[in-house]
Structures are given as structure tokens and as C-alpha cells.
């Protein structure tokens, strides 16, 4: 199994593919964490915010 | 709902606090110490255990681990308690984690200054430590996360995040870097080479900056600046943001170590975007921090804590933006090697995790001890004396950046380089005097610190055990309506460790793992062979000797660089390099082809230069190594080592192990033979024999027919 991983990888063509491949998994990820921020709710995020200052 | 009664443990947090300051000013005298070598190198280096090369990993590793590294400690043992409503879940854990922690650092500042070290930046420290090392990261780690399970508040606050994101990642980056195969108890060799050790390295070495010193701080800023300023943070959407893209995108940064290197370009391209990307969190970060205090900048005006905190936040925010900056191909090839990279790591030591620190101390040990602050007044002479140090130390070193770049780069009309390297050496003399002298000021500041402190200490009674009453936490959670599904990830801390491990992954695998398998990566090249045993034991002293410290071996792609060193660096010619040498400084001049083309030079300059470098040339700031002529080679060793080498993958011989001093010995003769035709009498057993058989090898082999 593993040799058979190997033997594609050693001979892996088109590594450029990487940094674009990167990009998007990126702009993917951070959409989610917009939206994930988005539909917080206020009153909660609040009560988070302020638990430093609680004693 | 019915209180609970409890008690916060504030020992764990003195002790860390008081380890930190002390460790501090150690850890900024060490680098005063070798800032003054390089202005006074004669006097100051005191061979062998305190040359430059020794004493820089020393200065690096304190303030790194001892000095910033106890300050997490301090800042994560005061807040994780109130923010989850608990004590710490065990208080022997807390002791093992305080006294084991020290222990290491007492181990590092033992064994780097005898020259044991793997010689891989900002984690020199040997295999043993190593170790110690994971079993302490794991007791802190074990004692956060049950202190997590047993809280009394629902909702982790972002700081735990940050917490929870440095816990995980420093562990990650620490066992890949440091697979190492043991030779001995004090030695050992780095399991990859060349461009995957180069790789792998400023991974762990980019993330130590990312996961030490910038992710737990912002965790303590996140709860320290609120609390200072008595106000919320700005925007805690803004740091949920924040916290992600960050952790996100610093784990792909690394590779913006190695701009015109080696290493493949679409690894460098990867590092490039990624690190030019990470200017939008940290600025998101340092808005949302210096935004806490709308409204209340007036304070700014009286609080000398806030004073401190908001400088720390400005260099994040100028550090992170430089940081970027420099990731640029074309601003990397004139900052890369220089000044500019030193002056770059101190606007960010200290600066952003000097100034936080001392604004948590200032804010939290007059706290736990009930008490007010000794002097206000000395605070402020802090202070200043810190803000006009960091000053006075990064101008200088910015313009010697600028400087050292500008007269390696310059031509004359007739196409000769225009200045010889040491002519660019001896131009640094005052700007390192000046760099020294801001170093001055802001260690004076921190004694200051340590004497406000301790006299703060001495007028109060530590509260060792702080009384505090929180309901229990409902063993069921019911949800709110319309609450969505992912919620969850705010109060669970598992799936919160688990995310954060699969994202910081994500990066590490995509970069690391292709350089790895693929082999048209790195092209081998037939000429390139192992070293000779003579030559792998006088390897081995350079690193002993933290020679990477100053000189570089990496000659990058550009016209000034191959006209002074000769050919560019291939991948290929690192195969057997364990570990890498490439070093990120040039305080000397490169020295990948030292032994071939024009730089080749005869074994007796080599001689007379390790024993005396400024008698040779005149100005150099180099230490002499006059003890390597004294010092017997270790030859019981060099089995061992080819035995390793092999197990590694390089190959030598089978059966060649037992065979290889008498090898050794032969080459060894040769060049006692060569230096005492000039007459220079000395045995061919020492160990500078084998540094001039080192430095004989670089750069040769691809000449080789």
C-alpha cells in the first residue's frame, strides 16, 4: 500500500498544483470562519467578551 | 443557583513570575555579552565555553524559553484559573511543571556553553533535553486541559483558544524537529538532511516565533489588556477571526525562510503568499487590542501597565508588518544574511513579548500579593528606558542591514565586486557599539523591573490560596433556540484542540511531506559523496563550535554572490548534511565553497587563521580558536558516527565503520604533513586538523569529475 503511495509521489507531476491548491483551501476555510463569526449571537458573544472582567 | 467555594493557586503564578524576571535579566545580559564580542572580540570571548558561537544559542534559548517561556506560564496559570472559575486541576502537576521547566533551562545553560548542541536554530538543545522537554510540555498540557473538564464556565474565552491552538502546535513542531538518532549522551544527528532538514527546521523555527512567542501572548493579551484597561476587548468576533486565520496561515510561513535557497520553488512560492497573507489577522489583532482602549486613552496618559501594553501591541502591529514585508522575494534578497533580520526579532522580542511581559508582571504581582506597586515611578523609568532602548537597538541594526546589503551588492564600473567582505565587517564596528548600547538601556530598565518587583514583593504577603465562589457548572447544557450547530466548538475544548491540530496540519503536511517523497525535488548529483571521517568529525566541531551562527552556506542565485563564492547552492550537494548548515546570518562570509575556486586557501592560512582570526585579517570580529590545537580529536567516536551516518542512509561502505580512523588517521597526516612544511608543528590527533579538513571539503564535489 504504502509502496504504491510512494511510487505515485516520487513521480508526482505538476507540484505547482500546491501553492494554488493551498490558496483555496485557505479562501475556503476563512469564508467558514466569516460565516462561523456572521451568525454569533450578540448576546452571547457579549457574555464571552466580558468574562475577563468578572471576579 | 448554589456557590461553590474555591481557591485560586497564586504560588504556581508567583513562581513563574518570579522565574520569569530573573530569567530575563539573565537571558538579556548573555545578549548584551555577545553584542559587546562583536565590538570588543578580543576581550570578550572567552574560549572555548564562552565564544560567540557557544554563547548566542544560550542568549536565543534564555530569553526564548526561559524568559518568554516562563511568562506564558505565569500569564496562562492566573488567567485559565479565573476565566474557567477553578484551581488548577492538580497542584503536583503545577510543581512539576514549575520545577521540571527550570530544570531544563539549568540543563541549556549548562550544556550549551560546552558546546553540546544539534546546532539547529532556537532548538540546539541535545536529545535528552529534548525529551524532558515533551514530558514537561506534556504535564503543562495534562494540567490545562483537566483544568478545562473540571470547569465552572461554560464558554472558553478566546485566550484559551490561543492556549489550547500554542499547547498543541509546540508539541507538533517539537517532535518533528527534533527526531535526532543518539550517538552518545551528548550527541546526536539530525534523522533528515540538507534541504528536508532546512525545511523541516524553519518550519519548527518560523512556528517557534508563531506558537511560543506570538500565539500564547495574545492569549495574554486578550485577557491582560481588558483587565488593565478595565474595559472588554474591542471586537470578540474580531478575535475568533483573528485566532483562526492566524493559526491558520503562520504554519505555511516558514519556507519564507529559505527565498533563493535550495529549496523547490513552489515550496518558496507557498511560503511567500502565505506569510504576505498573514499581515491581515495580526493586524486585525493588534487593531482589536489597541482598540480595547477607546475611550479610555486618557488612562494611557497615567497607567504606566497600559503604557507598557500599548508599545507591546505597536511593535506586534510593526513586527507583523514587517514580517510580510520581508517574505517579498526582492525585499528578502537585501534583508536576507543582514542586520535588518536581528534589528526585525527584537522590534518583536522586545518589544511585543518584553513590553507585555513586564506590563502582566506590573499589573499582576502587586494583585496576588495585595499590595500596590513599590514605585510607580521606577515603572516609568522602565518604561522609557526600554522604549528608547528597543530604539536605540533596532535603528542601527536596520541601517547596518541596509548597509552590509548595499556593499556586498556593489560593482565597480569594471564589473569587480566593490568592497572585499571584511571591508564590510570592520564598517559595522559602530553600529554594533550603538546596538550594545541600546541593549544596555533596556537591560537597565529590566533591573530596575526586578528591584520594583522584589521590593513589591517584599512590602506584601503572597496570597497563596485566593478565596473565590462560582456556581457549579449544569451538568446539562440546554441549547437556546435557534442556536447553531456549531456552537459546540465553544465549550467543547477536545474538538476545539482537535480543529486547531488539523488546521495547523493541513499547512505542515502540503509543504512538508512532497519535499520529502518527491524526488525530482531534489536532483542528486552523481559527483557529491560522503565526507571523509576526518572530514565528518571536523563537521562536527563546527556545529560543536556554533560556527552557522555567523557564516552562512548558501550561496544564492545572484550575480554579487556567485562573483564572491563561486557557483550557486544546489539541493543536491546537501544530501548528506545531518543537520543542514546553512545558517541565516552572515556576520562572516559565506562558506559553502571555502575549500574550492578562489576562496580555496592553503591548510596553513586556515591554521593560523582559526588560532588567530584578526592577525590573518585584520578588523575580523571572528573569535579565536587557538584550543582546537590543544584539544585532542575524539577519534573513539568516528565508528559510531559512520555507523549512524549509515543508519541515516548515507552511504558508506559496509564493513568501513571499524576501518575508519585508520582512514582518518591517513588524511590526518596529509595535512600535519602540509602544515609543517610551512613550519608549523602540529600533531596530526588534533582537532584542528579536522576543522581544516572540513572546511577543505566545502563546495568541492560538484567540481569533481
Known amino acids: ?55 | 443557583m448554589q456557590l461553590e467555594s474555591f481557591q485560586y493557586d497564586n504560588k504556581t503564578v508567583r513562581n513563574f513570575a518570579i522565574a520569569t524576571i530573573i530569567w530575563g535579566v539573565v537571558g538579556m545580559t548573555v545578549g548584551l555579552w555577545v553584542a559587546l564580542q562583536l565590538v570588543f572580540p578580543t576581550v570578550l570571548n572567552l574560549q572555548p565555553y564562552f565564544n560567540f558561537g557557544r554563547l548566542r544559542p544560550l542568549h536565543t534559548n534564555a530569553v526564548i524559553f526561559a524568559f518568554v517561556g516562563n511568562g506564558i506560564f505565569m500569564g496562562v496559570y492566573y488567567s485559565l484559573q479565573r476565566l474557567l472559575k477553578t484551581r488548577m486541576y492538580s497542584d503536583t502537576l503545577s510543581k512539576i511543571h514549575f520545577w521540571g521547566w527550570q530544570l531544563i533551562i539549568v540543563a541549556a545553560a549548562i550544556t550549551l556553553p560546552l558546546g553540546i548542541s544539534t546546532a539547529k536554530e532556537y532548538a540546539e538543545l541535545e536529545w535528552p533535553i529534548d525529551i524532558a522537554i515533551t514530558v514537561i510540555w506534556v504535564v503543562f498540557g495534562w494540567n490545562m486541559f483537566a483544568t478545562i473538564i473540571k470547569r465552572r464556565e461554560r464558554h472558553l474565552y478566546v485566550a484559551i483558544w490561543f492556549y489550547i491552538a500554542t499547547f498543541v502546535t509546540v508539541a507538533v513542531l517539537h517532535l518533528v524537529n527534533s527526531f535526532e538518532l543518539p550517538i552518545s549522551l551528548f550527541k546526536s544527528y539530525s534523522w533528515y538532511a540538507g534541504v528536508q532538514d532546512a525545511l523541516v527546521q524553519w518550519w519548527y523555527g518560523h512556528n517557534a516565533v508563531a506558537f511560543f512567542l506570538t500565539t500564547p501572548y495574545l492569549g495574554l493579551m486578550y485577557y491582560f489588556m481588558p483587565k488593565a484597561a478595565n474595559r472588554p476587548v474591542f471586537s470578540y468576533k474580531l478575535s475568533i477571526i483573528h485566532f483562526w486565520a492566524l493559526i491558520f496561515l503562520y504554519i505555511w510561513a516558514g519556507p519564507h525562510h529559505l527565498l533563493y535557497t535550495a529549496l523547490p520553488n513552489w515550496a518558496q512560492s507557498i511560503g511567500i503568499v502565505f506569510s504576505f497573507m498573514l499581515i491581515f489577522p495580526s493586524w486585525g489583532g493588534m487593531i482589536n487590542g489597541l482598540l480595547t482602549l477607546r475611550g479610555a486613552w486618557d488612562k494611557v496618559r497615567e497607567d504606566v501597565i497600559l503604557k507598557f501594553m500599548v508599545v507591546a501591541v505597536t511593535a506586534y502591529g510593526m513586527s507583523t508588518f514587517e514580517g510580510p514585508m520581508l517574505s517579498l522575494k526582492s525585499i528578502n534578497a537585501v534583508a536576507h544574511f543582514t542586520d535588518w533580520i536581528i534589528a526585525h526579532v527584537h522590534v518583536g522580542g522586545l518589544g511585543w513579548n518584553g513590553m507585555l511581559t513586564f506590563g502582566i508582571l506590573y499589573w499582576l504581582i502587586p494583585r496576588i500579593y495585595k499590595t500596590e506597586l513599590y514605585s510607580k515611578k521606577l515603572a516609568n523609568v522602565h518604561f522609557w528606558l526600554a522604549t528608547l532602548g528597543i530604539l536605540f537597538y533596532a535603528i542601527p541594526m536596520y541601517w547596518a542591514g541596509f548597509q552590509q546589503a548595499s556593499m556586498w551588492k556593489q560593482f565597480t564600473e569594471s564589473g569587480q565586486l566593490k568592497y572585499q567582505f571584511l571591508e564590510t565587517v570592520t564598517y559595522m564596528a559602530p553600529f554594533y557599539a550603538m546596538r550594545a548600547l541600546g541593549g544596555v538601556l533596556y537591560l537597565s530598565g529590566a533591573i530596575i523591573a526586578l528591584v520594583n518587583i522584589f521590593k513589591t514583593i517584599g512590602q506584601g504577603t503572597l496570597v497563596a490560596n485566593e478565596e473565590a465562589e462560582a456556581p457549579a457548572l449544569e451538568k446539562e447544557y440546554t441549547k437556546h433556540t435557534g442556536e447553531h450547530w456549531h456552537r459546540w466548538i465553544e465549550r467543547k475544548p477536545t474538538p476545539l484542540l482537535i480543529m486547531s491540530l488539523i488546521v495547523i496540519l493541513i499547512g505542515g503536511m502540503v509543504e512538508i511531506i512532497p519535499t520529502f517523497l518527491v524526488k525530482s525535488n531534489i536532483p542528486t548529483i552523481a559527483s557529491v559523496k560522503p565526507y571523509t571521517p576526518l572530514e565528518l568529525q571536523g563537521r562536527d566541531i563546527y556545529v560543536r563550535e556554533g560556527c552557522y551562527t555567523c557564516h552562512s552556506q548558501m550561496i544564492r542565485p545572484f550575480r554579487s554572490e556567485t562573483e564572491r563564492y563561486g557557483e550557486y547552492s544546489k539541493a543536491g550537494e546537501f544530501v548528506y548534511d545531518h543537520p543542514f548548515q546553512w545558517g541565516s546570518k552572515r556576520t562572516g562570509p559565506d562558506l559553502a565553497r571555502e575549500g574550492s575556486g578562489n576562496l580555496k586557501k592553503s591548510n596553513t592560512w586556515h591554521f593560523n587563521h582559526l588560532e588567530e582570526p584578526s592577525a590573518i585579517s585584520t578588523g575580523s570580529v571572528m573569535p579565536s580558536y587557538a584550543f582546537l590545537i590543544e584539544h585532542d580529536l575524539d577519534t573513539a567516536t568516528t565508528p559510531l558516527k559512520i555507523n549512524a551516518m549509515r543508519t541515516l542512509g548515507v552511504p558508506y561502505d559496509e564493513g568501513f565503520a571499524p576501518k575508519a580512523n585508520a582512514a582518518l588517521m591517513v588524511q590526518a597526516k596529509e595535512i600535519a604533513a602540509s602544515l609543517k612544511k610551512d613550519g608549523i608543528e602540529v600533531p596530526a590527533n588534533k582537532e584542528i586538523i579536522a576543522v581544516i579538513a572540513y572546511l577543505q571539503r566545502l563546495g568541492t564535489d560538484i567540481n569533481k569529475k
Request: no cysteine; charged share 25%.
Open chain 1, 1 to 55: 500500500m504504502f509502496s504504491f503511495i510512494k511510487k505515485y509521489t516520487e513521480t508526482m507531476k505538476d507540484i505547482n498544483f500546491y501553492p494554488i491548491f493551498s490558496l483555496l483551501v485557505f479562501v475556503a476555510f476563512f469564508v467558514g470562519v466569516l460565516w462561523y463569526v456572521k451568525v454569533m449571537d450578540k448576546k452571547e458573544v457579549d457574555s464571552i467578551k466580558n468574562l475577563p472582567l468578572e471576579q
